[in-house]
């Protein structure tokens, strides 16, 4: 019994494949005179749709500020420099732990919007920061810092100087040659050019600096006690 209803319901199968087959082609099937037509409702679709398309992009309005290359990968540590008032700095730490050393926005140059009158990267007569030479993975050549070096000198045109300290212990991989130019490049953040040198930090002391300086709280903080304007810091 179970041989005959195979050899007969084989066939059938077949059939009905080879049936709907030729349905789906027939139903697919498009003539000359079809193609001409579909071609022209694509053209007129295309053509309302490039007419279109500027007005919908200029009525639509972004309500999100994306962050910037430096809000995204970089922390920044800062030091308030209680010896000599107005001399703040900050560190800002990437996410490789690379740091770039800048002025804090507590800083009287950046706080008073200070005139730069020139940066200087040779702290003595013997040590010149930007001949500084780095080669291969273990940074041979590198000069050492200690948190009380002198990355560079900045005077101003009030003819006040001052000596900024790099406040970690590291090598020194480069100084911002750029600043010697465009020294207003002080003001803007530190991914357009608004750092003056960049450090790798002695991994062993690594913790002990990101809890020796201050976090973005903790500097708001003392800062809103000190001086509540300086919540006004923008990194645009």
């Given at each position: 019994m179970d041989e005959v209803f195979s050899d007969y319901s084989e066939p059938v199968t077949k059939k009905r494949k080879v049936s709907d087959l030729e349905e789906n082609n027939k139903s697919?099937?498009?003539?000359?005179?079809d193609s001409q037509k579909l071609s022209t409702t694509i053209e007129d679709l295309e053509l309302t749709e490039s007419k279109t398309a500027p007005h919908i992009l200029h009525s639509f309005k972004f309500t999100t500020v994306f962050p910037n290359v430096t809000e995204r990968y970089l922390t920044p540590y800062y030091c308030i420099n209680e010896d000599v008032p107005g001399n703040d700095t900050c560190i800002w730490v990437h996410s490789n732990r690379i740091c770039l050393i800048g002025l804090a926005p507590s800083h009287e140059i950046i706080?008073?919007?200070?005139?730069?009158?020139?940066?200087?990267?040779?702290?003595?007569?013997?040590?010149?920061?930007?001949s500084n030479k780095v080669s291969g993975k273990s940074k041979h050549g590198a000069q050492p810092l200690q948190p009380s070096s002198t990355i560079c000198t900045i005077q101003c045109e009030d003819e006040k100087v001052y000596s900024v300290k790099c406040n970690m212990t590291g090598k020194l991989m480069e100084v911002?040659?750029?600043?010697?130019?465009?020294?207003?490049?002080?003001?803007h953040p530190p991914h357009k050019g608004g750092y003056l040198a960049i450090a790798l930090p002695n991994m062993v002391?690594?913790?002990?600096?990101?809890?020796?300086?201050?976090?973005?709280?903790?500097?708001?903080?003392?800062?809103?006690?000190?001086?509540p304007s300086i919540n006004n810091i923008t990194t645009e």
């Open positions: 697919h099937s498009i003539t000359i005179g706080e008073q919007k200070k005139k730069v009158k020139c940066i200087s990267f040779k702290v003595s007569d013997k040590l010149d920061r930007s911002n040659n750029v600043l010697l130019e465009k020294p207003e490049l002080l003001f002391r690594f913790e002990a600096l990101t809890k020796e300086l201050l976090t973005q709280e903790l500097y708001h903080a003392r800062m809103a006690v000190k001086k």
